[in-house]
């Protein structure tokens, strides 16, 4: 009940930087922005191409999926996005406590570590899906305007994909954000880790080993693959929980630590 | 209230508190006073689970601030040095995220705010941004904070470095006024300070306790060993033998020409005598103008060299009375 309540009054307080400062409307319109424009690219393409097809086969070739041509791009994109936005997000949440010295205020009333680190990342993600949830204004159209309206399946486990691979990088982000007292460096050191995990998902080829196939599983983004599709696997789902349970982990043990060395 | 056994802190290989054992009644308060880097800070983060000791033991209110943090924080109001605040809040909304991490009750919110926003006489900044305030406001911001769940005991670090004398008498007001229903803590490093607040002091040097005792026990034995400085107008040379003649001066430094035909004297007095009166009777005697006469105001480091030597000469009786019967000289 009070781990509850500690957790959320850091929330609370995480928010009120947030929107005390530019950088949730910065990230919010570029965000925004930009899955409008890809929204709109992949949608334009999308009724280019069944405009085509219709014209040739008159209409008996097989059904274009709206999944495939619209949804996958738009989410595929908007991962790729939130490898930058992510950073701004959590680059700042223990840099800036360390370099303050508030962090020795949050050390010294009754809170626990983790209760700190988890009200940080449900900041950090709340805002996230925040953002994801603003953006869903794009697909209203389709609901408005379509002859028969799309399956909301789709778009719902997109959301959910792109919601529990940004919790991921920000678990990660926190972490990393707990090494340094400056914000910047936190920010940049984010952005390469985010390349990397990314990078891994390069490395997935049926034909190679075990150990590179290991890898490739650690990837972040292969993770979306058929979430963006509409197939919502548990696997996925445990996959990025996991991962972000890994990260917080971290996270805590980092902060706890600091402790005990400083 | 507070019981700390044989604390002590290392980092690598600097020892920053060493061994040091002290315990605080309840209701009272206790002057921490030692001079920079002297280990203050390090033991008042020990006491509120900020860090680790690595041997020793400390209890705050019965709990041991490494088995039982949470129970000890949840007693113990804090600000460090430089108060940790968050710039971009409003003091008022700033101490509503510091009742919620202390675990007000919601109901009691409000009024706890009010009151430590009364106390520390905020009133008029309360919806001003942090960042926006002076030092002496921020101060009082953080000492809000510290006392705004009513804890049982408030540890205070150098709750009055960098305010101007205006705020440094309020700030002492307050947290004198705040003794009795709490147990204080206040570390620093000026003397007159733990004077006017302090029921009892701990003099730490070098991360360890060289003196505990009441400010006036403390003054009492520094009392004697305070110098005099004496400005007269004259010879050097025969206000050097008519000072030396004076009873009760135990020693006598000649500190060169003060202008305007003045020399000037640093005079010993024998402990706990204040020769004032006769030096100034010897002076005026003698037929000389006496320019000046002033107790000399001992510097920390002074008063620790003082106790650390007085307690060390307790055990070497013999040779204290010969060097108090022969004024010491030494050539300017």
């Known amino acids: 009940m009070s781990s509850l309540r500690n957790v959320s009054a850091i929330v609370e307080k995480e928010w009120r930087h947030y929107f005390g400062s530019p950088i949730a409307y910065v990230l919010l319109f570029v965000w925004t922005f930009l899955f409008g424009r890809f929204f709109q690219v992949a949608f334009e393409y999308f009724l ?3 405009a085509r097809q219709g014209g040739m086969e008159m209409g008996m070739g097989p059904k274009m999926s709206l999944n495939e041509w619209v949804l996958r791009p738009l989410f595929q994109n908007m991962a790729v996005v939130a490898l930058f936005v992510i950073p701004m997000l959590t680059m700042r949440l223990f840099a800036e406590e360390k370099r303050q010295g508030t962090i020795e205020l949050l050390s010294t009333n009754p809170l626990t570590d983790w209760q700190v680190v988890l009200g ?7 805002l996230f899906g925040f953002m994801i949830l603003v953006s869903l204004v794009n697909f209203v159209p389709l609901w408005v305007y379509a002859t028969t309206p799309p399956d909301w399946k789709p778009v719902a486990t997109g959301v959910l994909a792109l919601l529990l691979y940004g919790a991921s990088l920000i678990a990660v982000g926190t972490f990393i954000s707990t090494l340094t007292r400056n914000q910047i460096v936190a920010g940049i050191l984010s952005f390469c ?19 590179q196939q290991a890898i490739a599983y650690l990837s972040v983004t292969a993770h979306m693959e058929d979430m963006t599709k509409g197939v919502l ?9 996991s991962f972000s349970g890994f990260g917080l982990f971290l996270a805590q043990q980092s902060v706890e630590s600091q402790r005990w060395r400083a | 209230m507070i019981e700390v056994v044989n604390l002590t802190k290392r980092y690598g290989r600097h020892t920053a508190v060493d061994g040091v054992s002290f315990s605080v009644q309840k209701g009272e308060i206790l002057g921490f006073l030692g001079p920079n880097g002297a280990g203050k800070t390090t033991t008042m983060r020990i006491l509120t689970c900020y860090l680790p000791a690595t041997e020793g033991t400390a209890r705050v209110a019965g709990f041991d601030v ?21 710039p971009d809040m409003e003091v008022a909304d700033f101490l509503s995220f510091c009742s919620k991490i202390k675990g007000i009750p919601g109901k009691d919110r409000r009024r706890k705010i009010d009151e430590a926003i009364e106390k520390t006489r905020l009133v008029d900044v309360r919806n001003k941004h942090i960042g926006k305030l002076s030092k002496g ?6 000492l809000a904070q510290a006392i705004l769940a009513n804890p049982d005991v408030l540890i205070l670090d150098e709750p009055t470095a960098g305010l101007d004398p205006k705020q440094i008498l309020e700030t002492r007001e307050l947290i004198k006024s705040l003794g009795g229903e709490h147990t204080i803590i206040l570390s620093t490093h000026i003397l007159p300070e733990v004077e006017v607040t302090c029921g009892r002091v701990v ?24 110098a005099l400085r004496v400005e007269a ?3 050097t040379g025969p206000l050097f033998d008519l000072l030396r003649t004076v009873p009760g001066v135990i020693g006598l430094r000649p500190k060169g020409d003060a202008g305007d035909g003045v020399v000037a004297f640093e005079v010993d007095a024998e402990a706990g005598r204040d020769l004032r009166p006769e030096l100034a009777r010897a002076v005026v005697g003698a037929g000389h103008d006496l320019v000046g006469l002033s107790r000399l105001g001992m510097s920390l480091e002074e008063i620790f060299l003082q106790i650390t030597t007085t307690d060390s000469a307790d055990g070497a009786a013999p040779e204290a009375p010969a060097t108090a019967e022969a004024p010491a000289t030494e050539a300017s």
């Open chain 1, 48 to 50: 280019l191409a069944s």
């Open chain 1, 120 to 126: 940080k990342f449900f900041a950090a993600t709340g």
């Open chain 1, 193 to 211: 880790a985010f390349l990397a995990l990314l990078t891994l998902g390069w490395a997935d080829d049926p034909a190679a080993g075990p150990l």
């Open chain 1, 233 to 241: 696997d548990l696997k996925d789902v445990v996959f990025y929980l």
């Open chain 2, 66 to 86: 490494f088995e039982q943090p949470l129970e000890v924080k949840r007693r113990i109001g804090y600000i460090p040095e430089t108060p940790p605040l968050y």
């Open chain 2, 137 to 142: 406001y921020r101060q009082r911001v953080g």
């Open chain 2, 203 to 226: 003099i730490i040097n070098k991360g360890k306790v060289v003196a505990e005792d009441t400010p006036e026990n403390l003054t009492q034995r520094l009392r004697g060993s305070g």
């Open chain 2, 233 to 235: 107008r004259g010879e």
